[in-house]
C-alpha cells in the first residue's frame, strides 16, 4: 500500500512564528487532505489539496504531485494552533494517514 | 448545513459486550468510510460503504466487526465481544460522489472497554 511519511515529528515554535510542516507520499494519488486534530480529539479538515497551491488565512498549501510531497505552510502560528496535523493520502477512495506532527505553540 | 454526526460520543463497555457506534453522514453524501485510532497507532482505514452495499473492508478486523449503511436511517459499525484491545476512537467520514472525494469527518466516538 501508500507509505506516508511527515516530518519533523515534533515541532515547538514561539507565538508568532512561521513552520513548513512536510508529507512525503510512496505512489500516485488523486486525494491528499491535511487535517489539524485538535486537543479534543476532534479532526477538522484543512485542505483538499491533491495538486496545487490553496491558501486559507494563515495557512498555506502546495502539493507537487509528480515529486510526491506536499506543504502545509503556518505563518504567524498562534496557541490555537497547536495539536497534531496529519497529511492523508489516497488513491481509490480510503485513506492512508501519516503518523502526524505534533505542534506546540508557546505563548 | 450540519456535518457528520455520530453518536454516541462517549461510550463504556464491558468485555463481552456489543457495541454498536452510529454514523449519519453530511446532507447529500452517499459514501461513507469508517476509520479507528488506536494508541500509539494512528489513524487506519476500516471499512468503505455506499448505501446498502460495502465497498472496501479491506481494513476491519476478520472477527466480531461489522459494518452496514442501509438505505434508510444512519451507517452503523458493530463491534461483538469487545476486548480492551477494541478501546480506541471510531471516526466516521463521508463524501458526496466518487468523482470528488473529499471526506469530511465527525467527531469521533471514543470507546472504552473496561
Known amino acids: 500500500g501508500i507509505q506516508v511519511e511527515q516530518s519533523p515529528p515534533d515541532l515547538i515554535l514561539q507565538e508568532g512564528a512561521n513552520s513548513t510542516l512536510r508529507c512525503n507520499f510512496s505512489?500516485?494519488?488523486?486525494?491528499l487532505q491535511w487535517f489539524h486534530q485538535n486537543p479534543w480529539g476532534q479532526l477538522i479538515n484543512l485542505f483538499y489539496?491533491?495538486?496545487g497551491t490553496k491558501q486559507n488565512g494563515r495557512l498555506s498549501a502546495t502539493t507537487v504531485a509528480t515529486e510526491r510531497y506536499s506543504l502545509l505552510y503556518i505563518s504567524s502560528s498562534q496557541t490555537t494552533d497547536s495539536g497534531v496535523y496529519f497529511c492523508?493520502?489516497?488513491?481509490?477512495?480510503?485513506?492512508?494517514f501519516g503518523k502526524g506532527i505534533t505542534l506546540s505553540v508557546r505563548p | 448545513n450540519a456535518g457528520v454526526m455520530q453518536n454516541p460520543r462517549h461510550l463504556v463497555r464491558r468485555r463481552g459486550q456489543e457495541a454498536r457506534l452510529r454514523c449519519s453522514p453530511m446532507?447529500?453524501?452517499?459514501?461513507v468510510y469508517w476509520y479507528r485510532q488506536l494508541p500509539e497507532e494512528g489513524l487506519k482505514f476500516m471499512v468503505y460503504?455506499?448505501?446498502?452495499?460495502?465497498?472496501?473492508e479491506s481494513g476491519m478486523p476478520k472477527e466480531r466487526f461489522s459494518a452496514e449503511f442501509p438505505k434508510e436511517g444512519p451507517s452503523i459499525l458493530r463491534i461483538q465481544q469487545v476486548v480492551r484491545g477494541d478501546s480506541a476512537a471510531y471516526f466516521c467520514?463521508?463524501?458526496?460522489?466518487?468523482?470528488?472525494?473529499?471526506?469530511?469527518f465527525g467527531p469521533g466516538t471514543r470507546l472504552t472497554v473496561l
Open positions: 467520514a463521508s463524501s458526496p460522489a466518487a468523482s470528488y472525494n473529499e471526506q469530511f
Open positions: 505512489d500516485s494519488v488523486n486525494n
Open positions: 489539496i491533491p495538486s
Open positions: 492523508a493520502v489516497g488513491a481509490n477512495s480510503k485513506l492512508t
Open positions: 446532507k447529500g453524501h452517499s459514501h
Open positions: 460503504l455506499q448505501k446498502e452495499n460495502i465497498i472496501d
